[in-house]
C-alpha cells in the first residue's frame, strides 16, 4: 500500500494501515547477491522425515534443566537429599522402585568428576533403613541389585556391591557382642532377617557371564547368624530363626555347590540344634509351634512336589517366596500401579508387619496352625473354647432381618408411594 492511498484512507475515517517496512540493506544485499541459495542457508531437515530428534546440545540442556537445574549439574547434597526422599518413599510404595529411582540414579550419572564421593554415605544410609525396617528388608535387597545394574559403568560406584558387603561383614563382626546385649538383639535380628533377602536377590557373574547367588552369604554368614541366634533361645531369636528358615530354607538347600567342602556347606547343625530346642523348657507354645512347622516344611521337601530331578538354582529362586502359599488359602494379589502382580513383600507387607497385630492368644493360635496341630478350619485352644481372632468386638444385629419389621408409619408411606407410582398396562 502506497503512502498515498494510507493517506486518503485515513482522511475517509477507516482504519489507519502503514504501509510495509522496507527490508534492510544487509538483507537486500544478500538478496541481490543469490546468497540465500548457497549452501549455508539450505537445510538439510526433510518433511517426510519419520521422527524429529532435536540437536544434541539441547536435548542434554533440557536434561539439565528438569534434573539440577538449567546448564548446572546436581550437588552432592542434592543426590543425597533425593536418595533419602526416595528411601523414604519406598517404605509405602515398594512396588515402584524403578519409578522412584530413576531420577536418583540420573542425578548420580549427572554428577561431575570432580564431585566428593558420597558412595558411603549412600551405602549407610540404605544399610540402616534396611537393617531398622521390617518393611524395607526385601524392597533394599532388590534396591542394592538395582544399584549394582545401574551404576556399575559410573567411577564413583563401580564397586558398590563390594563397599556394601564390607558394611554388612562389620555388622556380622559385632554378633557375638550384640547377642549378649539386650537392646541390640532386635538389631541382630533385623540384620540377620536381612542377610536372608540379600543372599536371595543378590547376584554376581562368574567368568562366563553366568549369574549366580554369593556363596559366602550362604556360608558362613547366614549359618554363623542362626547359630548364634539358636545358641541364645528366647522366644524372640526362636521366631527370628524359624522365620528365617521359612524365607530361605528351599534356597539354601538348593545351592550348597556354592561352597567350597561340604562340611562347610551343611546346615545339619543348624537343623540339630532347632530339633533339641523343641524340648527347651523357656520356650512358650508358639515358639514350640514354630519350631515343629519349620521342620515338617523341611521334611515336605520346603512345600514343593518332588521330583526325580533336583530342582535348578533359577527353579528355586522363583518358588523362595510361593512356599508359604502352599499351606494357606485365599492370599490376597497385589498389584502396582501399571497393574502387574507383584508379591506380598513388594507390596510393603510381610509376616514381620502382620504380627504386632495379633494378639497373644491369637498369635499361639496361628503358629499352631501352621503347625498343623488344628483341623482343617479348626479355631481350638486346649482347656477353653477360644475362637481364633478377635473376639472382643461385638457385634449387634439390629432387627430381626428373616421378618417385616417396619412399624405403621413406615408402612402408611410406603403403601402411600407405591399408589403414586404410575400404573402399566
Known sequence: MSSGSAGKDSESGSHFQPGLRRPLLSTQEKLQNGLDSSKNLQSTL?????????????YQDFQGLQIGGYGQPPTSEQVLDSFKTALTALISQPGNMEELMSGVIDQINQLP???????????????????????????????????CKKLKSHPMFQDFRNVFLTRCKEEFLKKDEMILNPKLIDRLCGFTMFIGELFL?????????????????????????????????????????????????????????????????????????IRQLDTYPDLNRTSKCLIKSVLDLKDNNWGRSRSSNPPTPEDSYQQNYQQA??????????????????????????????????????????????????????????????????????YFQTGPYTENYMDEEIEAAYEEFLRQQPSHH
Open 46 to 58: 526433510s518433511v517426510n522425515a519419520p521422527e524429529f530428534v532435536p540437536r544434541k546440545g539441547l
Open 201 to 273: 536377590n543378590l547376584e554376581v557373574e562368574d567368568g562366563s557371564g553366568k549369574a549366580h547367588k554369593i556363596g559366602i552369604l550362604r556360608s558362613p554368614v547366614l549359618k554363623d547368624l542362626l547359630l548364634i541366634l539358636l545358641s541364645h533361645p528366647t522366644d524372640f531369636t526362636v521366631k527370628c530363626a524359624t522365620q528365617l528358615l521359612k524365607l530361605t530354607g528351599s534356597t539354601i538347600e538348593d545351592t550348597a555347590y556354592l561352597n567350597k567342602t561340604p562340611e562347610e556347606g551343611s546346615y545339619d547343625e543348624v537343623f540339630l540344634q
Open 325 to 394: 502359599a502352599n499351606f494357606t488359602q485365599n492370599e490376597p494379589i497385589f498389584y502396582n500401579q501399571h497393574g502387574q502382580p507383584i508379591s506380598a513383600q513388594e507390596a510393603g507387607y510381610s509376616d514381620q508387619a502382620f504380627n504386632p497385630y495379633l494378639q497373644e492368644e491369637e498369635e499361639e493360635e496361628f503358629a499352631r496352625w501352621e503347625a498343623g496341630e488344628l483341623e482343617e478350619g479348626g479355631h481350638w485352644v486346649e482347656g477353653g473354647d477360644y475362637q481364633a481372632w478377635s473376639d472382643q468386638d461385638e
Open 113 to 147: 568428576a570432580t564431585a566428593e564421593s558420597i558412595q558411603n554415605k549412600v551405602v549407610e544410609m540404605l544399610f540402616e533403613q534396611c537393617v531398622s525396617e521390617p518393611n524395607f528388608r526385601y524392597t533394599g535387597a532388590r534396591l542394592c541389585r538395582l544399584l
